[in-house]
């Protein structure tokens, strides 16, 4: 294997200044920022950023190497109290708990800038201000709190990551949860590293200024490890072209999170950095993973990821499968022995440095420990089956050309049992064939040595709700005895709510307009099933008309879908199906009125609603039956009218009232 070191020697020989005006500058407070109470962006924000600059440049020295330096500075103006909240701040770093090689942060400072009697009075951070801790066992987690924060402040911080990590570099955000009256990005990276970088978002620059500094640079190169025999090195002096970029943003509107995204920050304003290669006249090219397929070929290599998928073994002499044919049977045994005897420390990666027997000896560890083992098990006792790579909710999503290591923080496993995919993550708690719903996050790459390909994460998922009712009207009375079974992703999401704080879980469950709940109750709570029981009423406010809701405990408490278009695409983790049943009692003495009956669907059977009302005079009952199903996953900008307008539809038609008339 041959080893370089490269040593340079900056001799700076042309250097290009970017200029650009801008109405705040960091560090240059004056009393018209004190004074402003608004900002013509957004007159009712109660608080604005109005200067951030961040500048990554990839530097080098003969004691680090390169290294990827980040520092950003902002400036933030309150124009309102309530946000003096925006003045205690985190900000994470890879910083593991145990392990050499870790982001270093410095330079970190900022100040609070007050006026009064027309002095501009400065308060500077400390020690105090600045408090760090050990987020997981990878990160670290730093929190600011700014000092003497009012009405009218401005605050200012700054502070440096430097990284070894060249080829992951963080997005950069252009947009923010408040406007940004100014924002820009300075670039500078060696001509020999081959970044992709992409403006995402819909927000352009109004300046995008590129241009190159030559450095003299000496190099060292080696022929051989440290330490061989023979081994020979030469020095070469050369100019080393390096490309700079300047982007400016301006009057950027606040970043609003809209309701049902698989990502929260999908479609905000950001810039992308992925290093596809590397290249120099005297060592050719390498080439980083530029394609998921050469992700593949990396991994299948990795001691960390593709040799433990061939170490299956193990589980032979953990649990006696031989007389076993039934594969379900077979995968359902060694997906609940791991479920049963391991225990997951860390909820999100993709690689093992555990050993199977390693990993049951210590009866825990990571997602990756769990589940390649896992894979490697199942493919060891017959059951063929492929990892999976995906990036979790709320993690970003894979890009489908440009891979990016970072955002594929996940695996788990797509088994093949009667020739139809079967999905399974070991690390969680769910019922075998079921992925934990963070998983269930657009489509997931197999990691496989032939025709690999994208699978949606989403299949066949689906959340079910169930809801009987008995309505009797007595004394102006109407009493609601009510059955609800939550099933599959519904029960799943409920539990743990339930068990966090149950009494908060049942009566958030259970509130319904203009009715009275009496009690409430769990009376079953299984894998795939929670019942709630929960009796409830109201009083008839007329006496010659009595309107009775035939349905309660209807999906969405409050219509969600209230803004008149939508740029990020609606996002749901799993389909929908809601079946209501209720049987409404009436005495003698009455006319009904029941709302009309319908059956209608929006496109391709995406969503749903059937409708049907019968009175039987004769038993003196009214039963109503309503199915509601959102069956689509997704929608798209463009869809969001139609899909908005039919749920709203659907949910007034499920809210039309039985109208009982005395005579």
């Known amino acids: 294997m ?3 070191s490269i040593t340079i020697l900056f001799t700076l020989i042309f250097l290009s200044n970017f200029g650009f005006s801008q109405k705040f500058i960091y560090n ?3 009393k018209e920022l004190l004074q402003l109470s608004k900002h013509d962006i957004d007159v009712e924000a109660n608080a604005a950023i109005t200067y951030k600059s961040g500048n990554r440049s990839i530097e080098f020295s003969e004691m680090t190497g390169f290294r990827a330096n980040f520092s950003q500075k902002t400036q933030i103006k309150i ?44 308060t500077k951070i400390n020690d105090e201000n600045v408090f760090y801790e050990q987020h997981n066992n990878y990160f670290k987690k730093a929190t600011i709190t700014m000092p003497m924060l009012q009405k009218g402040s401005v605050f200012e911080y700054e502070y440096t990551l430097s990284s070894e990590y060249i080829s992951n ?9 408040y406007p940004v009256i100014y924002n820009e990005l300075h670039l500078e990276y060696p001509d020999i590293f081959k970044y992709q970088i992409n403006v995402l978002g819909g927000i352009s620059p109004i300046s995008d200024i590129q241009n190159s500094i030559n450095k003299s640079m000496s190099l060292k190169y080696s022929n051989g490890d ?56 005297y060592m050719g090219i390498k080439n980083f993973a530029q394609s998921y397929e050469m992700i593949n070929t990396e991994l299948m290599l990795d001691d960390d990821f593709g040799r433990v998928l061939k170490k299956g073994d193990f589980i032979s002499d953990l649990i006696d499968l031989k007389s076993e044919t039934d594969p379900i049977k077979i995968a359902k045994s060694i997906y609940n022995y791991f479920v049963e005897n391991t225990s997951c420390t860390m909820s999100y990666n993709k690689y093992a440095n555990l050993s199977g027997k390693q990993l049951f000896k210590e009866g825990k560890g990571g997602v990756g420990d769990i589940n390649l083992n896992y894979i490697a098990a199942l493919n060891h006792a017959g059951i063929k089956t492929v990892p999976i790579l995906l990036s979790t909710r709320g993690h970003g999503t894979l890009h489908p050309i440009y891979p990016n290591y970072s955002k594929m923080n996940y695996v788990v496993a797509m088994s093949y049992i009667n020739d139809k995919p079967v999905f399974s993550d070991a690390s969680s708690i769910l019922p075998f064939g079921f992925l934990p719903i963070h998983c269930l996050n657009g489509k997931g790459w197999t990691v496989v040595d032939v025709n690999p390909e994208w699978v949606s994460m989403k299949v066949n998922n689906v959340g079910k709700q169930i809801t009987l009712t008995e309505i009797s009207v007595a004394d102006n009375r109407i009493n609601y005895n009510t059955s609800t079974d939550r099933l599959n992703y519904f029960a799943f999401k409920d539990m743990e709510d339930l068990d966090h ?6 009566n958030n469950f259970s509130k319904e307009n203009e009715l009275i709940l009496d009690s409430v109750s769990i009376s079953e709570k299984k894998d795939l099933r929670l019942r709630i029981i929960d009796t409830q009423h109201r009083m008839a406010e007329n006496e010659s008309h009595t309107y009775i809701k035939p349905f309660i405990h209807l999906p969405f408490k409050e219509f969600p879908f209230t803004k008149e278009n939508r740029i990020s695409p609606i996002d ?14 009436i005495d003698d003495g009455y006319n009904i009125e029941v709302p009309q009956n319908i059956i209608a ?18 038993i003196k009952k009214v039963n109503i039956v309503a199915d509601f199903k959102i069956n689509k996953t997704s929608f798209l900008p463009d869809e969001y009218v139609d899909f908005k307008e039919s749920v709203k539809a659907i949910l007034n038609k499920l809210n039309e009232p039985v109208v009982l008339i005395k005579l």
Request: proline share 4%; hydrophobic share 35%; aromatic share 16%.
């Open 169 to 177: 570099i963080d997005d950069f955000d252009i947009q923010e949860d």
């Open 2 to 4: 041959k080893f370089f």
């Open 501 to 506: 704080e149950k009494e908060s879980f049942l």
């Open 226 to 281: 440290p330490g061989t025999p023979g081994k020979q090195t030469q020095y070469i002096q050369q100019n080393m072209l390096f490309i700079t970029r300047k982007l400016i943003f301006e009057n950027i509107p606040a970043f609003i999170s809209e309701p049902f995204v698989a990502n929260k920050e999908d479609g905000k304003g950001i810039v992308t950095h992925q290093l596809i290669g590397f290249q120099t006249s």
């Open 601 to 618: 669907t929006l496109g391709d059977n995406e969503v749903s609603i059937k409708y049907l009302a019968v009175v039987n005079k004769d």
């Open 28 to 30: 240059k407070v004056n």
């Open 79 to 122: 124009f309102e109290s309530d946000a003096k909240g925006m003045g205690t701040f985190s900000f994470y770093y890879y910083s593991p708990a145990s392990g050499g090689n870790r982001v270093k942060i410095f330079g970190l400072k900022g100040a609070t800038y007050n006026l009064k009697d027309e002095k501009i009075i400065v």
């Open 572 to 585: 749901f983790p799993y389909s929908h199906e809601y079946k209501f049943v209720s049987t409404i009692s």
